[in-house]
């Protein structure tokens, strides 16, 4: 198995410009977590997924975010438009069942300038 | 969410094996500990949990207080590879995992 794929590993835009980050989980895992990491913050849990229907988005920073997850398969992080605040790491999850053990990608490395 | 309280940081000499605490003193009974590292520019990464029982697998070795108010884990022969952040992580029911500081583990030759 693959693991789990994020894309872009790295994106460098201008302020105001749409970011769009995709995640393809482990096949079968049938949650999906999507965190931000700063040196600030952290990493914070954005928002996530249980069988591809959104559970708990409380920790998305304001409108400008949204999360998709159309099938089990894939699921994207857009940010519109975007500010160099949002310059972080942003890591995808999942997991499969009732377990705490989640399994990350590598991580897309986000700079708004 | 129960709280924990990690160190800061610490050191471990390469080979010896490194002691991590953790307190989480406001643990429910039916609350388990997690624990993650995360490796410089790398994804974090599950290394092991429990309940009650200690517990060991490839990677550590995890030791529960018997009033479960605190843990252990172990990294039983400390490489250079085990230089990371390590969360100590009590979720709640449905598994929200939310990561604090941890400790940032450094292993010297």
């Known amino acids: 198995d693959a693991g789990v794929i994020q894309s872009p590993r790295h994106e460098v835009t201008e302020m105001g410009q749409e970011v769009t980050l995709r995640c393809k989980p482990i096949?079968?895992?049938?949650?999906l977590f999507w965190y931000r990491q700063t040196m600030m913050r952290g990493l914070e849990l954005l928002i996530y997924f249980n069988n591809n229907v959104p559970i708990d988005d409380s920790g998305m920073p304001e409108d400008r975010f949204s999360a998709k997850m159309p099938n089990a398969s894939f699921s994207t992080l857009k940010i519109q438009p975007s500010e160099p605040r949002d310059s972080a790491v942003y890591f995808c999850a999942g997991k499969q069942g009732n377990t705490g053990e989640l399994f990350f990608g590598e991580g897309s490395r986000l700079t708004v300038l | 969410d129960a709280k924990t309280t990690q160190p800061t940081s610490m050191d471990c000499a390469e080979g010896r094996a490194a002691n991590l605490p953790c307190n989480h003193s406001t643990i429910s009974g039916n609350e388990y500990v997690y624990w993650y590292r995360q490796i410089h520019s790398q994804g974090p990464q599950y290394i092991i949990h429990?309940?009650?029982n200690n517990e060991t697998n490839e990677m550590a070795s995890l030791i529960i207080t018997e009033d479960r108010k605190s843990s252990t884990l172990i990294l039983p022969h400390a490489t250079l590879r085990d230089t990371a952040v390590y969360y100590c992580i009590v979720p709640p029911f449905e598994f929200k995992l939310s990561f604090g500081a941890g400790t940032t583990v450094t292993v010297r030759a």
């Open positions: 096949s079968g895992h049938n949650s």
């Open positions: 429990g309940l009650k």
